[in-house]
């Protein structure tokens, strides 16, 4: 990377809250490049520099659940639940579908019968919220790999007395956005019925970044903000990206053992077993062969930059703002 542009990216994950780059700039002041400069980073990086907040799902009734779908059906890009996916492959000739998905606790078991359908063989890993990491990083230790997340089953105050936290936190899942942009986001996703978001409050149609800061706000103040998710492209060109499922006893030594040869690790534990994400340099393969590891999932970048396909957490068909209740879609998936 360019001199100051990791420590930036670095500074940004560890950011206490959920305040925006100006206001993480206002807090960085004297330690960080002008916050020019960073603008003039994330312009001239574009899309290959993602800064996404990620928020503890948890204390809202949502739990994680990632699924590895071997053979899917060509419909699986409708699941409602799904945030994020992937390409991937264990023996370089069967393409497998991962997806990331999100899913209301009383949902549970019918989101499983739901991917059980979808494919030939899939494969299930239950996580709380998770964390990432850029490395080398000036703190020598990492977040312990445990499923210390709140595992609450039933959403909090929060969702009846600000819904409109939901699709604050869905539109800007995994994308770099600004207020505005989510705002607009959300009007367009929907439409006049996005007055049912904002109960008793003062409604701002034309200026509705408000309404997100707010809800930003809110999720920050009840301790929900995680951190900044980052995602900078030429950390991953090139190098080895893999998903490796682990038993959860083991998933501590096992992030010890590779993270000198990592670029950047994310954990996605779980009470039985955790799933890590792991980029870096050809030592990292060698590493995760020498680990011992049998469950690994290696990303296929070309064939997931090239699927025309995009998901996305259908929150207009699994929420129920006016009672701030989860509900299962209409229709059948």
Not at 81 to 103: G, Q
Not at 270 to 295: K, M, N, S, Y
Not at 320 to 328: C, D, I, S
Request: with cysteine.
């Amino acid at each position: 990377m360019r001199f100051g542009l990791r420590d930036y990216l670095v500074a940004l994950q560890d950011a206490p809250q959920c305040n925006g780059l100006e206001g993480f700039c206002r807090s960085q002041r004297g330690t960080m490049p002008h916050k020019r400069t960073i603008y003039r980073w994330h312009h001239r990086l574009g899309a290959q520099l993602v800064v996404a907040p990620v928020f503890a799902t948890e204390p809202l009734g949502l739990s994680h659940l990632h699924a590895f779908l071997t053979n899917p059906v060509a419909e699986w890009d409708r699941f409602p639940y799904a945030v994020e996916y992937a390409w991937v492959t264990t023996d370089c000739t069967t393409r497998v579908l991962y997806l990331h998905c999100v899913v209301p606790s009383q949902h549970r078991c019918v989101a499983e019968e739901w991917l059980r359908t979808m494919a030939d063989a899939v494969d299930l890993v239950p996580a709380v919220t998770g964390w990432e990491r850029l490395l080398p990083h000036h703190d020598t230790s990492l977040p312990p790999v445990s499923a210390n997340w709140p595992r609450s089953s039933g959403a909090t105050q929060v969702l009846r007395d600000m819904p409109l936290v939901v699709p604050a936190v869905f539109e800007a899942w995994g994308r770099t956005t600004s207020l505005e942009k989510t705002w607009h986001a959300i009007k367009q996703r929907l439409g006049p019925s996005v007055r049912t978001y904002l109960p008793r409050q003062h409604y701002y149609p034309t200026n509705g970044k408000q309404h997100v800061k707010r809800a930003f706000d809110v999720l920050s103040q009840e301790g929900l903000f995680v951190q900044y998710a980052v995602r900078y492209r030429p950390v991953v060109d090139g190098s080895v990206d893999a998903f490796v499922r682990i038993d959860q006893e083991r998933a501590g030594a096992f992030v010890k053992r590779i993270r000198d040869d990592c670029t950047m690790i994310a954990a996605h534990p779980g009470a039985d077993e955790c799933l890590c994400r792991v980029t870096g340099g050809q030592p990292l393969f060698d590493a995760i062969l020498d680990a011992g590891v049998t469950r690994v999932y290696w990303v296929h970048h070309h064939a997931t930059d090239s699927c025309p396909s995009r998901v996305r957490f259908a929150y207009e068909q699994l929420f129920n703002p006016r009672t701030g209740e989860w509900v299962l879609p209409e229709q059948r998936w």
